[in-house]
Nanobody
């Protein structure tokens, strides 16, 4: 069974930090880029960051460039999202996803983890 399982969400005050983790089964992690997305209530899911299999290339949304860092541990099949200087507008459900190497589409998604930032 292929799956992605996020963890590390929770409630934090503005200015705080959280590190999200996403554990993946091997078949949807190995040799694949991974991404993080988020969705706030009443809004569309938005891209946060991605990282290639080798971790040589990362990409960030503008809002994430200075505060969030994506990384991965290929030995453990885990991808991380370190979030610093959190703001109330960062409140959302955070999802990790695995990207197909041929289509470049994210075709496997986790169930999401809630992040709530209070002012």
């Amino acid at each position: 069974q292929v799956q992605l399982v996020e963890s590390g969400g929770g409630s934090v005050q503005a200015g705080g930090s959280l590190r999200l983790s996403c554990a993946a089964t091997g078949s949807i992690f190995s040799r694949r880029a991974m991404g993080w997305f988020r969705q706030a209530p009443g809004t569309e899911r938005k891209f946060i960051a991605s990282i290639t299999w080798s971790a040589h290339l990362t990409d960030y949304a503008d809002f994430a460039k200075d505060r969030f860092t994506i990384s991965r541990d290929n030995a453990r099949n885990v991808v991380y999202l370190q979030m610093n200087s959190l703001k109330p507008e960062d409140t959302a459900v955070y999802y990790c996803a695995s990207r197909d190497s041929d289509t470049l589409q994210y075709d496997y998604w986790g169930q999401g983890t809630q992040v709530t930032v209070s002012s």
